[in-house]
C-alpha cells in the first residue's frame, strides 16, 4: 500500500531577523508566549506582532513565507496561503496581522499558527529531548532520514513542523509551487512505523502533553 505524502514548507532565507519594536516591559507583557521558552501558548490564536522600520522591504524580498526568530513564528504571505480552500484554513490555521512602524498592518502578510504542531524526527545526530520547565513543550531535532511518527490526526490537513508548515498531499496541491522553488525548501515526509530515532516523544509538540510530562521526570527541564 502506498504511503501518504506529506510536504515539508521552510524559507530558504535567514527569516525575518531584524530588531522588532519593542520595549522589555513590552516583551514582559507578551501574555500569549511562555516567559521561559518563548513558545505560545496552547490556548493561543491570533498572534500580531509589530516591526521595525526596514521589515516591510525586507518582506517584500521573503515571499512567500518567511520566519520570525524572535517571535518563533511562521509568517506567510497572503496570496499564496489563501489557495487553499477557506473551510480547510479556518478548520487548521490561525492567522495574525504584521503591523509596520507606523500602526498600520502590512498588506499582504500574515503570521500564522496551527492547531497542531507535530515533531520530524529523525535517524542521526539526535537530540535528546527537554521539556520547559515552565509551560511543559517538548524541544527535539534529529538529522538524517527525516519521517513522522505517529499518524497525525486524519481530521487535520495542515501543521507546524519543525519550524515550518506541513500540508497533506491533497492539500499541497493547492500551492502555486513552479515559482517559489527558488525560494522554499520542500521536503516530502511519510510516516514510519515506528519511531527510527528510538525515543518516546509525545504525539504532538502543540498542544503540550502534559500527561506525558508528567509520567517523564527523567528528562531534563530547562
Request: glycine share 6%; net charge neutral.
Amino acid at each position: 500500500m502506498k504511503k501518504e505524502l506529506f510536504y515539508l514548507l521552510g524559507c530558504k532565507g535567514d527569516g525575518c531577523e531584524s530588531s522588532f519594536s519593542y520595549t522589555g516591559k513590552e516583551i514582559a507583557s507578551l501574555s500569549w508566549r511562555c516567559r521561559n521558552c518563548r513558545f505560545p501558548l496552547d490556548d493561543t490564536k491570533q498572534i500580531d506582532i509589530k516591526i521595525e522600520e526596514e521589515a516591510p522591504k525586507y518582506l517584500a524580498k521573503q515571499r512567500p513565507l518567511t520566519f520570525s526568530a524572535f517571535f518563533l513564528q511562521q509568517l506567510v504571505w497572503e496570496p499564496f496561503i489563501r489557495a487553499i480552500p477557506a473551510s480547510i484554513l479556518d478548520r487548521d490555521m490561525y492567522f495574525g496581522d504584521v503591523i509596520g512602524p507606523d500602526g498600520k498592518r502590512i498588506e499582504d502578510w500574515l503570521t500564522c499558527r496551527c492547531r497542531y504542531e507535530l515533531f520530524r524526527r529523525g535517524t542521526k545526530d539526535v537530540m535528546l529531548p527537554t521539556i520547559c520547565k515552565d509551560c511543559g513543550y517538548v524541544r527535539y531535532w534529529a538529522g538524517g532520514k527525516w519521517h513522522l511518527y505517529p499518524t497525525p490526526p486524519e481530521d487535520v490537513d495542515i501543521f507546524l513542523c519543525s519550524g515550518g508548515l506541513l500540508f497533506r498531499e491533497s492539500i499541497y496541491q493547492y500551492l502555486d509551487m513552479e515559482q517559489w522553488r527558488k525560494k522554499v525548501y520542500v521536503t516530502k515526509l511519510t510516516v514510519a512505523n515506528k519511531p527510527l530515532d528510538g525515543l518516546d516523544l509525545p504525539p504532538f509538540q502543540i498542544p503540550r502533553d502534559l500527561k506525558w510530562v508528567a509520567e517523564h521526570p527523567e528528562i531534563e527541564r530547562l
